[in-house]
């Protein structure tokens, strides 16, 4: 059975860094892309970044891009997601996704996911 396991987040001040690890486990994900989405409260899950299998392509959600840097290892079947300059709106329970070509697609239940781990942006 996949299982996913989100970690890393906290309570961090605005201006501030985390970073995020998702570990699989059940099958390797090195021919899978990989993917990072966020839930903020009373608002539907939104896409954060993608990964490709090899690493040599990734993807963000405009609102992260130039703060967020996603990345993978595939020995460790690990995805990471760094985040620097935090806001207040980054403020999210942060899941990992194993099929998010179709979660962005629309079909929010494609792939397997974690139980997320809340990121708090706040002074």
């Known amino acids: 059975q996949v299982q996913l396991v989100e970690s890393g987040g906290g309570l961090v001040q605005p201006g501030g860094s985390l970073r995020l690890s998702c570990v699989a486990s059940?099958?390797?994900?090195?021919?899978?892309?990989m993917g990072w989405f966020r839930q903020a409260p009373g608002k539907e899950r939104e896409f954060v970044a993608l990964?490709?299998?090899?690493?040599?392509?990734?993807y963000y959600a405009d609102s992260v891009k130039g703060r967020f840097i996603i990345s993978r290892d595939n020995a460790k079947n690990t995805v990471y997601l760094q985040m620097k300059s935090l806001k207040p709106e980054d403020t999210a329970v942060y899941y990992c996704?194993?099929?998010?070509?179709?979660?962005?697609?629309?079909?929010?239940?494609?792939?397997?996911w974690g139980q997320g781990t809340q990121v708090t942006v706040s002074s």
């Open positions: 996704n194993t099929d998010p070509d179709r979660v962005i697609a629309g079909y929010s239940n494609s792939g397997s």
């Open positions: 059940g099958r390797s994900f090195s021919n899978s892309a």
């Open positions: 990964i490709s299998w090899s690493g040599s392509s990734t």
